[in-house]
């Protein structure tokens, strides 16, 4: 299913990151970027994010779902992701944000750009009901057969604010380890994990973003967003960069991993899915 859209309006703003950025980013596990895109792409972003939040619901993650209720939920979601939203509009790899993130992503690996895949994940707090983003790391959610060498960056679309969830990150917290997560209120047909045991998290930072700025972090960066208290959306255009993972010849203890995957097979079976 494409969803037509005119081009992006044609920029060539070009954003990058030098040995200052990296070095931040190596000794903090996060960084920030005041804008990636301009003023113009960001209203044809906008119009792209509220076509794809008002699709058809699954209550999967094939389409917008709410990771924070069971899958098979179709309500409208307090928490709404829809990942690769570039399947519906494959033009969005025509503007300078996927241009400039990938730019500064492969900068942070290390590596050719050739390397990297990478795909788009929108996240939606709805106005005054968009919930909370429990700590986390992303890694956490990966297969544990496998080794990762990635990044992800983070844009939103509206001014994002402590109010209404702008991200919050432990910095230093990419040096440790993928630490024990479950699924929130312990139900695994809920895709959000939480962490089992919070650590000292005195040192959090929040990171209010202007919309059309981006920042990325380690796959290991603890973080996390308050809900959404406001009476307007906080609209968030995430992207993911992965260099190809390599198969690990003991997999990772990520038991919760399992346990969703479990969770859901059973779900789409029920929904006449399997
Ligand atoms: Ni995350």
Same mark, same amino acid.
């Given at each position: 299913?494409?969803?037509?859209?005119?081009?992006?309006?044609?920029?060539?703003?070009?954003v990058?990151?030098?040995?200052?950025?990296?070095?931040?980013?190596?000794?903090?596990g996060?960084?920030?970027?005041?804008r990636?895109?301009t003023?113009?792409?960001?209203?044809?972003?906008r119009e792209?994010?509220?076509?794809?939040t008002?699709?058809?619901?699954?209550?999967?993650p094939?389409?917008?779902f709410?990771?924070s209720?069971?899958?098979?939920?179709k309500?409208f979601?307090?928490?709404?992701?829809l990942?690769?939203?570039?399947?519906?509009?494959?033009?969005?790899?025509?503007?300078a944000?996927?241009?400039?993130?990938?730019?500064?992503?492969?900068?942070?690996?290390?590596?050719?750009?050739?390397?990297?895949?990478?795909?788009?994940?929108? #996240? /939606?707090k709805?106005?005054?009901v @968009?919930?909370?983003t429990?700590w +986390?790391?992303? !890694?956490a959610?990966? &297969? =544990?057969?496998?080794?990762?060498?990635?990044v992800?960056?983070?844009?939103?679309?509206?001014?994002?604010?402590?109010?209404?969830?702008?991200?919050?990150?432990?910095p230093g917290?990419?040096?440790?380890? #993928? /630490?024990?997560?479950?699924?929130l @209120?312990?139900?695994?047909a809920? +895709?959000?994990? !939480?962490l089992?045991? &919070? =650590?000292?998290?005195?040192?959090?930072?929040?990171?209010?973003?202007?919309?059309?700025?981006?920042?990325?972090?380690?796959?290991?960066?603890?973080?996390y967003?308050?809900?959404?208290?406001?009476?307007?959306p906080?609209?968030?255009?995430?992207?993911?960069?992965?260099?190809?993972?390599?198969?690990?010849?003991?997999?990772?203890?990520?038991?919760?991993?399992d346990?969703?995957r479990?969770?859901?097979?059973?779900?789409?079976?029920?929904?006449?899915?399997?």
């Amino acid at each position: 299913m494409t969803v037509q859209f005119a081009p992006p309006p044609k920029t060539d703003f070009v954003v990058d990151a030098g040995p200052r950025e990296l070095a931040f980013f190596a000794a903090h596990g996060y960084l920030v970027f005041d804008r990636v895109t301009t003023d113009e792409e960001l209203e044809w972003l906008r119009e792209v994010y509220d076509a794809l939040t008002a699709l058809p619901r699954t209550g999967f993650p094939d389409m917008f779902f709410d990771p924070s209720r069971p899958y098979g939920t179709k309500e409208f979601p307090d928490l709404g992701q829809l990942i690769r939203p570039e399947r519906f509009v494959p033009r969005v790899v025509e503007t300078a944000m996927w241009r400039n993130a990938k730019r500064i992503a492969t900068r942070l690996l290390g590596v050719a750009e050739e390397k990297v895949e990478n795909w788009g994940h929108l #996240v /939606l707090k709805p106005p005054r009901v @968009g919930g909370e983003t429990p700590w +986390h790391q992303d !890694e956490a959610y990966w &297969e =544990p057969e496998k080794t990762y060498h990635a990044v992800g960056g983070w844009m939103p679309l509206d001014d994002a604010t402590i109010e209404n969830g702008c991200l919050w990150f432990l910095p230093g917290s990419h040096e440790g380890d #993928v /630490l024990a997560h479950k699924h929130l @209120g312990d139900d695994p047909a809920v +895709h959000v994990l !939480e962490l089992v045991r &919070e =650590p000292d998290l005195s040192g959090a930072v929040p990171v209010p973003l202007k919309a059309g700025g981006m920042s990325f972090h380690h796959p290991r960066t603890l973080h996390y967003a308050r809900p959404n208290t406001t009476n307007g959306p906080r609209r968030a255009w995430a992207n993911e960069f992965q260099l190809a993972p390599i198969e690990l010849a003991v997999p990772a203890d990520r038991p919760w991993v399992d346990e969703g995957r479990r969770a859901i097979r059973q779900k789409m079976e029920a929904a006449g899915r399997g």
